[in-house]
């Protein structure tokens, strides 16, 4: 999910009374909830698409689930002993337990795969012991509802806070809603994924706004898509030799990697382009790749 729908649930958790545990609860519970993102730096090292197979990957993972809630509680721990050394503490703020900095950044660290997991993007949720993919198919990687649902209670419960209402159990309400709005959308996609059965497999995705339905992808025979059961791709995947596609290009390998619905198009130029049928719309080279030279021909040989 986007950062914005990943600070909110670190900030809503911390509403539910937790932000009381310990002086910084709300930088450990905000910060941990969007720490695992870390990995977005590989954009400065690496080209191309090479990103699709590092993101969501090592950061996401279990060892990154214990190091790096214990990073952050170590940061937030040094800057209140610093501040407190040189005169600069906060007075209101409560004093600062260190188990408790990093109970509540382990938290927010493991909030960040249980949503990164409801989308169609996926994840490697058991990175680097196994690189195996994982999606949800429930929520679009930016959920507007999400954002008014959560936005609305925090405001609702900062402001019963102000002035002097039960503003813990508003966020824990406001949490049961989450919970009920993500599981709706769970019952949706499985319904989706019901109402044809003559694929081998169905991806559900939810589009932008209408959370309500579903741009169903239906996985055919030989390695054939077909998005609202309209086929995906001018060719047939086997039209490619794939195999020394990988061999010839990192950034082939890369992507073949990550994707989960390979389709492959040719081109008025002549060249091949290999895409991936859940964002086949999205044209700025951000989910596709040109094939090396020599390894793709017509069926029957043209």
């Known amino acids: 999910m986007d950062n914005i729908t990943h600070s909110l649930l670190g900030a809503l958790i911390g509403q539910t009374g937790l932000k009381k545990k310990t002086g910084l609860a709300m930088p450990a519970l905000i910060i941990g909830a969007n720490l695992p993102d870390l990995d977005a730096a590989c954009f400065f090292w690496l080209e191309g698409v090479e990103h699709l197979a590092?993101?969501?990957?090592?950061?996401?993972?279990?060892?990154?689930?214990?190091?790096?809630p214990l990073l952050l509680a170590g940061l937030l721990w040094g800057w209140d002993r610093w501040q407190a050394s040189r005169g600069k503490r906060p007075e209101a703020r409560l004093p600062v337990h260190f188990g408790w900095l990093y109970a509540l950044a382990f938290v927010g660290c493991l909030?960040?795969?249980?949503?990164?997991?409801?989308?169609?993007?996926?994840?490697?949720?058991?990175?680097?012991?196994?690189?195996?993919w994982f999606y949800g198919d429930v929520l679009f990687i930016i959920d507007v509802w999400l954002w008014a649902l959560m936005g609305i209670g925090l405001w609702l419960s900062f402001r019963r806070e102000k002035r002097g209402g039960d503003w813990r159990r508003l966020a824990r309400n406001v949490l049961g809603l989450v919970g009920l709005y993500i599981a709706a959308n769970y019952a949706i996609s499985e319904y989706d994924r019901q109402l044809d059965t003559s694929y081998a497999e169905t991806i559900s995705s939810p589009p932008p706004l209408a959370f309500w339905e579903r741009e169903t992808i239906g996985v055919g025979g030989s390695g054939t898509f077909f998005r609202n059961g309209e086929r995906?791709?001018?060719?047939?995947?086997?039209?490619?030799?794939?195999?020394?596609?990988?061999?010839?290009?990192?950034?082939?390998?890369?992507?073949?990697?990550?994707?989960?619905?390979?389709v492959v198009d040719r081109l008025e130029d002549g060249s091949w382009r290999l895409s991936d049928a859940r964002y086949y719309a999205v044209r700025d080279g951000r989910f596709s790749v040109i094939l090396p030279e020599g390894l793709c021909s017509e069926p029957g040989g043209g």
Do not use: K
Request: charged share 20%.
């Open 54 to 68: 590092f993101r969501r990957g090592i950061t996401h993972g279990p060892p990154a689930m214990v190091l790096l």
């Open 111 to 132: 909030s960040h795969p249980a949503l990164d997991w409801l989308n169609v993007y996926g994840i490697r949720l058991f990175e680097p012991f196994s690189s195996r």
């Open 232 to 262: 995906v791709g001018n060719s047939p995947i086997s039209a490619c030799d794939l195999d020394a596609a990988r061999e010839a290009s990192s950034q082939v390998r890369a992507f073949l990697f990550w994707s989960r619905a390979p």
